[in-house]
Each structure stands twice: as structure tokens, then as C-alpha cells.
């Protein structure tokens, strides 16, 4: 059961093997888990029912909001209750009109409250006039306190997806997208939407995976923009392109690594960042460099993860191990002085508004 409980954090829908494990061990009719972090939000919930439950329809569909008697912000939490506790008698409309046709005339509740807010509440019943013994109750307290753990793990990846998402379309608002060039020059991948993007756009183009822009004026600029990068002459170049509609494209190269590295083969020597017009300016690494006191390598992984992709993401796009990564990552924290990658997306993203 703890097994379950913590694997369920990251399953769809969350602990779904918890909540059947769950109900089966109580041999219930219907087990489910519902959490949220407000009495006003909408709640999630997971749920398992018995074969007869489900032969009886939608579980659901008896279910007044009006008539549900239970307090479940007012519940102390990994307290267990009874429906006892919350209705008087057999004649209440919760139990008549929702239970009783369910089967489902028994039912014990616990409520689990983690430290970040979310709140969960534990819920089994079966069809019987007996309500669950004290043996019951406990084990069901205990596998709430089981489940405590998980749920404040839960609410923390939540919230760290939220605010990745959120700030990765941020930036996706600033920059078309993002490519990576090897030592040769050659494109070694990039965002699907940047695929797209290029694949629609005739000023610039993927020839067999090299940059190729449609002017020989603007194909000579990009060449030398992108040698000055990869020999090491230049750090960032900015380049602008006109389009055949008028419109303005801006190329910002930015070297990851030294010439003078040793090379081998998918290797990145630098990142290319798309901007159409209209959008805002792009971010510069140079200058997340200097606000933090950050190497080149540690301002290109920092920006990378502030576009919302995973460590593993932003150490293949940089062409350099995980393990290295998240050596890069201890430095930029030592730096910043922040300790949390949630907090470090935070701050780049705002250092970017301020300087772009």
C-alpha cells in the first residue's frame, strides 16, 4: 500500500493502483480519493467501484451536492468518521437518494492535509447496515499516514509542472523557437514547433540540415555570423533578415562551448534562437551571464531550463551528460544563491522580463 501510494504520485489518473489496493484490502463496494486545495475549487477525484456499483449506472448520478452532509474542510485530519457521525438515521437524502441505491450503505472517511495546502480525503464503503469497526477505522488511519508523504510530494511536482508550463510558454511567446548546431555548422535538432515554423517560412530554411536562407546577401551574412561563432571569434552574434513580405526575422547565435574543446561526433558547439516579428526581444545568455556571474555553459543551461525543459532535456540540447548538468546546475546555484529548480526558473524568467 505505501509502495502504491507513493508510485501513484506521477500516474494518470493519480494513484489510481492505490485507490483499488485500497478497496479491495477493506473488501468495500467503492473506495475513491478526492483532493483539492480549496473548499471553492473543483475537486479531483479518483475512484474505484465495485462490479454491482457500476451495474447500478453512473455512480454519479444520484449524487446531490445540496444533500451531501459532510463537513470535509471542518474534518480533523487522519481522523477517521463514520457517515454516521454526519447524518441521523436511515431516512437522510444523502443516504437514501445516494448511498442506499449503491450499495453503499457504509462509509468511512479520513482527511489527509499536507503541508503545501493540498488536501486529500480517503473514502471507502460497502453494502452493509454495519458500519466499519474500530479495527477498521485504524487501519485506515494508518494508511492515510502512509499516504501523508505522497500527497505533499504530489502537490510539490504539481506546482513545479504548473510553473514550468506557464513559464515555457512564456517564452515560446518570446522566441519561434530554438535550434542546435554542432561544429560543422550542421543543424543537430530542435523543437517540433520550430520545425513547423521553418517548414512554412521561405526567407530561411533546413537544407540538408544546414541554415539556408532564401537572399545570397542574407545566406553570406548568416555564413559568417555562424563561422565567428564556431571558431570562437564571437560569443553571440545577432543577426536580422528580411523577408519577402517585409516582415523582419532575428537569428541569435550564442556558443556554448569553446573552439578550442574537443569535439566528437552531435556534439553542440552553439544555440540558435529564432524571434519573427512582432514578439518580444529575445533573451540574451551573454546577459544572464553577467547578471549572475555565470560561465557560458552554466547561462545556456540556466536559459534552457527556464524554457521548461527537464535537466535531461537541456543537457542533450547542450550535447553534455546529465551528470555534468547537474554539475553546471550546483554552480548556478552556489551563484544565485537559490537551492530549488523552481525558484531558479523563477528568477531567470524575471531577469529576462527586466532586461529584454
Known amino acids: ?139 485506515l488511519e494508518r494508511i492515510a499516514r502512509l499516504f501523508s508523504p505522497a500527497l505533499s510530494l504530489f502537490g510539490a511536482w504539481r506546482e513545479a509542472n504548473d510553473q514550468r508550463d506557464a513559464y515555457a510558454r512564456v517564452l515560446r511567446a518570446r522566441a519561434t523557437g530554438l535550434l542546435r548546431i554542432d561544429q560543422t555548422g550542421r543543424v543537430l535538432a530542435s523543437e517540433s514547433s520550430t520545425l513547423d515554423w521553418l517548414a512554412a517560412e521561405a526567407s530561411i530554411t533546413l537544407e540538408d540540415g544546414r541554415l539556408s536562407a532564401s537572399a545570397g546577401s542574407d545566406q553570406q551574412r548568416l555564413n559568417k555570423a555562424l563561422g565567428r561563432i564556431l571558431s570562437g571569434e564571437s560569443e553571440e552574434e545577432l543577426l536580422g533578415l528580411e523577408t519577402n513580405d517585409g516582415r523582419r526575422i532575428e537569428l541569435l547565435f550564442y556558443r556554448v562551448c569553446e573552439a578550442t574543446e574537443p569535439a566528437w561526433a552531435n556534439a553542440t558547439r552553439a544555440i540558435l534562437y529564432l524571434r519573427a516579428e512582432g514578439r518580444e526581444s529575445l533573451p540574451s545568455p551573454q546577459r544572464i551571464a553577467t547578471l549572475f556571474g555565470l560561465t557560458r555553459r552554466e547561462a545556456a543551461l540556466a536559459l534552457l531550463l527556464s524554457r521548461g525543459l527537464t535537466l535531461s532535456q537541456a543537457a542533450q540540447n547542450l550535447g553534455i551528460s546529465v551528470m555534468t ?30 532586461v529584454a
Do not use: C
Request: proline share 6%; aromatic share 12%.
Open 1 to 139: 500500500m505505501a509502495v502504491a501510494a507513493m508510485r501513484g504520485v506521477t500516474t494518470d489518473p493519480p494513484w489510481e493502483a492505490f485507490v483499488v489496493l485500497m478497496r479491495a484490502y477493506f473488501e468495500g463496494t467503492h473506495a475513491n480519493l478526492i483532493f483539492r486545495r480549496a473548499d471553492h475549487e473543483q475537486p479531483f477525484m479518483t475512484a474505484d467501484f465495485a462490479a454491482e456499483v457500476l451495474a447500478a449506472g453512473d455512480p454519479h448520478a444520484f449524487y446531490r451536492p445540496a444533500d451531501d452532509p459532510i463537513p470535509y474542510f471542518r474534518m480533523t485530519p487522519l481522523r477517521v468518521y463514520g457517515i454516521e457521525e454526519f447524518i441521523d438515521g436511515q431516512g437522510h437524502p444523502f443516504l437514501a437518494q445516494f448511498l442506499a441505491p449503491l450499495a453503499m450503505r457504509a462509509l468511512m472517511i479520513v482527511r489527509v492535509a499536507a503541508d503545501n495546502g493540498l488536501q486529500a480525503w480517503l473514502s471507502v464503503t460497502r453494502n452493509s447496515a454495519e458500519a466499519f469497526g474500530s479495527v477498521e477505522r485504524a487501519e
Open 325 to 354: 548538468a547537474r554539475a553546471y546546475l550546483r554552480q548556478v546555484f552556489q551563484k544565485t544563491g537559490l537551492s530549488r529548480q523552481v525558484d531558479l526558473i523563477r528568477q531567470i524568467q524575471a531577469s529576462i522580463a527586466a
